[in-house]
Antibody, heavy 121, light 108 residues
Framework: QLQLQESGPGLVKPSETLSLTCTVS??????????WAWVRQRPGTGLEYIGS???????YYNPSLKSRVTISIDTSNNHFSLKLSSVTAADTAIYFC?????????????WGQGTLVTVSS | EIVLTQSPGTLSFSPGERATLSCRAS???????LAWYQQKPGQAPRLLIY???SRATGIPDRISGSGSGTDFTLTISRLEPEDSAVYFC?????????FGQGTKLEIK
């Protein structure tokens, strides 16, 4: 059974960089069939796609966040990571890691449980 | 950018009834690249439907999706108390892959 688990600091100061890792178990992240992604949910609002990465390191990002986002992948340790720079209170959210297919499009069939990140001094 | 509007904001039904949830796109969703998710409090979203009408693995056939172009519908028949949740639609026809704001379904 595929499982995804987010980890990282729950509190980040304004203007600093948010860093999260998603550890994947039950399957290899080194797959040509799937992208690995980040989605966030700000308090009281809907879901927002952040970006995705393939085993090769190929990425694509939400244009609204692209200037601040970096997603990387570590296939030897079966995890991928998110960095979001210059954070503000508006970046306070639950951050989910998820998986979507290469061939079938960007819909997410497996999700982590999510981790709350608060931006505050 | 495709904007998705879900209506109504909240729906209330009794067990055994049928619920119809709407998702309207600001422009045509090519390829019917539209998914539906269920989210319960404190949990991650769960994929229900992709490609507008294909059920995800393990989703019962009392849950169905339909629609094309700009108008899509999620139908849940024979409602059960466990169906109480927020339901989101998501388009993946073009970046950014936006979600709707959600419809809260209450089963009382």
């Amino acid at each position: 059974q595929l499982q995804l688990q987010e980890s990282g600091p729950g509190l980040v100061k304004p203007s600093e960089t948010l860093s999260l890792t998603c550890t994947v178990s039950g399957d290899s992240i080194d797959s040509r069939s799937y992208y690995w992604a980040w989605v966030r949910q700000r308090p009281g609002t809907g879901l927002e796609y952040i970006g995705s990465i393939l085993y090769s390191g190929s990425t694509y990002y939400n244009p609204s966040l692209k200037s601040r986002v970096t997603i990387s992948i570590d296939t030897s340790n079966n995890h991928f990571s998110l960095k979001l720079s210059s954070v503000t209170a508006a970046d306070t959210a639950i951050y989910f890691c998820a998986r979507h297919g290469v061939a079938r499009g960007v819909h997410f069939d497996y999700w982590g449980q999510g981790t709350l990140v608060t931006v505050s001094s | 950018e495709i904007v998705l509007t879900q209506s109504p904001g909240t729906l209330s039904f009794s067990p055994g009834e049928r619920a119809t949830l709407s998702c309207r796109a600001s422009q045509s969703v090519s390829g019917n690249y539209l998914a539906w998710y269920q989210q319960k409090p404190g949990q991650a979203p769960r994929l229900l439907i992709y490609g507008a009408s294909s059920r995800a693995t393990g989703i019962p056939d009392r849950i169905s999706g339909s629609g094309s172009g700009t108008d899509f519908t999620l139908t849940i028949s024979r409602l059960e108390p466990e169906d109480s949740a927020v339901y989101f639609c998501q388009q993946y026809a073009g970046s950014p892959y936006n979600f709707g704001q959600g419809t809260k379904l209450e089963i009382k």
